[in-house]
């Protein structure tokens, strides 16, 4: 990757960067600088993050001009979500539903306040599906990236252009945990709204993930210079 100056902005070129010793040389500041620093510091959100290191739970699998990356969506708040699946999408209309089967009566009104239940429990049920069997699924095949979120063939995807990805960063989701709002991957979209992922994803998962999309992304513009 093409490592700036931190303090002129300028590119240093390779003849001025020494791999074994950590060294980097502006020769324009006449000034040397950690090369590892100002990597990690043009990862951004994804410093420190090495794509050679793949976390428990995410698969690497590269076929040459195709790969793909498969991060596990499991995670704790699985055990919250079936609470809310059971209450809100079994006990809460089978109560209203049931004591009308039972009484022999049909009771329109307190049918239609059942439906608001179960759709809150269909989407608890699927939530609970997702932080269980869950994933994150993303395949690159020539310059076609596909995101994917869900389990099985069920779930949200979404297809761009590698080359019209114009960055990948961490941002938050809208979603909130403990009023703390939860990061996302993001990705910039020439002429289109950016791509949000991977909310539910583990941290160390979702910095990988990022990580090595900002990576592939980086590449591919090196590589169109």
Not at 120 to 141: F, S
Request: glycine letters at 10%.
């Amino acid at each position: 990757m093409e490592v700036t100056c931190p303090t002129c902005g300028g590119a240093i070129v390779p003849d001025d960067v020494n791999v074994a010793k950590d060294v980097a040389f502006c020769r324009a500041c006449n000034e040397a600088f950690s090369l590892s620093g100002l990597v990690d510091e043009a990862k951004g959100d994804f410093a420190g993050v090495d794509v050679h290191e793949i976390p428990a739970g995410v698969v690497v699998e590269n076929y040459g001009s195709r790969l793909t990356v498969s991060a596990s969506t499991r995670n704790g708040w699985a055990l919250g979500w079936l609470i809310f699946a059971i209450g809100f999408g079994i006990v809460a209309p089978g109560v209203m539903i049931g004591s009308q089967i039972k009484g022999g009566t049909f009771e329109i009104a307190l049918t239609l306040f059942a439906v608001p239940f179960a759709a809150v429990g269909a989407l608890a049920t699927y939530m609970t599906l997702l932080m269980t069997i869950g994933r994150v699924r993303i395949e690159l095949d020539a310059d076609r990236l596909e995101v994917f979120t869900g389990f099985a063939s069920l779930g949200r995807r979404k297809s761009v252009r590698l080359a019209s990805v114009t960055r990948v960063y961490l941002a938050a989701s809208g979603t909130r945990v403990n009023d703390q709002p939860v990061p996302c991957i993001w990705m910039d979209i020439e002429n289109d709204k950016p791509l949000k992922f991977g909310t539910w994803l583990r941290d160390d998962r979702k910095r990988y993930v990022g990580a090595l999309l900002q990576q592939l992304v980086r590449d591919r513009q090196h590589a169109r210079l």
